[in-house]
């Protein structure tokens, strides 16, 4: 199995990032897919989820700002990060979830600074 994030980089405040996940090894459709971050100092946490059948939910600290999406053919799901704030600085990791099976990506460096 394999997650592997993209697209993370250094962006000025009030900037847009978007991060891909590609899954593979796994039937990607069943998966509840997620994105989390660990800042510096900070214990990971959730940023946001999409279930298998495409319903979202968020970390208040990002809704209305980030969307998360999924490509159901290409076995990828996507962060669209909009208004983006210092203190979104963060490594961010892609997460699959079904039954009891977890698995997680490597995680992309996310910085957010003038």
């Known amino acids: 199995v394999q997650l592997v994030e993209s697209g993370g980089g250094l962006v000025q405040p009030g900037g847009s990032l978007r991060l891909s996940c590609a899954a593979s090894g796994i039937i990607f459709g069943i998966y509840n897919m997620g994105w989390y971050r660990q800042g510096p100092g900070n214990q990971r946490e959730l940023v946001a989820v999409i279930s298998s059948g495409g319903r979202t939910n968020y970390a208040d600290s990002v809704r209305g700002r980030f969307t998360i999406s999924r490509d159901n053919a290409e076995d990828t799901v996507y962060l669209q990060m909009n208004s983006l704030k210092p203190e979104d600085t963060a490594v961010y990791y892609c997460?699959?979830?079904?039954?009891?099976?977890?698995?997680w990506g490597q995680g992309t460096q996310v910085t957010v600074s003038s």
């Open positions: 997460n699959a979830r079904w039954s009891t099976t977890n698995y």
